[in-house]
């Protein structure tokens, strides 16, 4: 047998979607989507404050988008994601500590991650709207 | 003359890709700072949720609201081209697309790093 055909055929080890998923694997996941949600996200960043820099048309503009409907749902989600990759890293730390990785703790520090990042959010929000 | 470095002493310390834990070791010390200045600046966003352009202008030339907005940036940054380094590295197997990428990727952190701080910096100065 040649090496290119042992090579084609050397079995693959199983892949994600056969896992019932757990938890730490979906906090995981999501601790990766929402870095990278929040790496396009800077662009809003920049869009806002190149807008307050360049004058009261160009920030009415970015103003006008943020306020509106879709502009709040994409704000909403933002600060969703800022605050679940927030916890998430913090949680990393707590394993940077070489602490939290047996079965109890780690699925405590994944529920709390969640659990925290919508509460958070939510809280943020009510606060935000208070202000206003 | 043959390198006499044993195999073990070149890769000790600074592992087979010779950076070591540099990357680790920045990504952790960025996240860190992150904490803080992210706290610092959904408290900014907030307080400015709905104002003018005027009192936004007025909160964003304030020097130390500048100063930490541009740590903010700087830090944000800076993590988020290490972070999504490795995505690359994870998934886009092709060497020419891999490195395309590796290439956007800085391009992409710095272009939003340099404008957004000169955003900061004329709004400060009096633009």
């Known amino acids: 047998m040649s090496q290119v055909d042992a090579k084609a055929n050397r079995p693959l080890s199983p892949h994600l979607t056969i896992y019932r998923p757990i938890i730490t694997m979906v906090m995981s996941i999501v601790h990766r989507i929402t870095g990278c949600a929040l790496f396009f996200g800077t662009l809003l960043v920049m869009w806002w404050l190149v807008a307050a820099a360049s004058g009261p048309d ?3 503009t970015a103003n006008g988008f943020f306020g509106s409907w879709i502009g709040i749902i994409i704000l909403f989600g933002y600060t969703w994601a800022l605050m679940h990759h927030m916890l ?8 940077d500590s070489i602490h939290g990785f047996d079965e109890k703790p780690r699925e405590m520090l994944a529920w709390a991650t969640l659990i925290g990042s919508v509460s958070l959010t939510i809280l943020l929000w009510i606060v935000g709207l208070i202000v206003i | 003359m043959a390198d006499m470095t044993t195999p073990l002493k070149r890769v000790r310390g600074l592992g087979s890709a010779r950076s070591g834990t540099d ?17 610092f600046f959904v ?5 400015l949720a709905g104002e003018s352009y005027e009192v936004v202008h007025d909160r964003l030339a304030s020097p130390w609201v500048a100063i930490f907005l541009i740590l903010t940036i700087i830090s944000i ?34 272009i939003v790093a340099s404008a957004s701080i000169f955003a900061v ?5 009096g633009g």
């Open chain 1, 58 to 60: 160009a920030f009415a």
């Open chain 1, 88 to 95: 998430g890293g913090l949680r990393h730390f707590v394993w």
């Open chain 2, 23 to 39: 990357h680790f070791w920045q990504q952790r010390l960025t996240a860190l700072a992150n904490v803080p200045l992210i706290i």
């Open chain 2, 43 to 47: 408290i900014l966003v907030i307080s």
């Open chain 2, 77 to 110: 940054t800076h993590h988020m081209r290490l972070g999504m380094q490795i995505v690359i590295e994870d998934y886009v197997h092709g060497e020419p697309q891999r490195i395309l990428l590796l290439v956007a990727n800085i391009f992409f952190a710095l």
């Open chain 2, 121 to 125: 910096l004329k709004i400060s100065f």
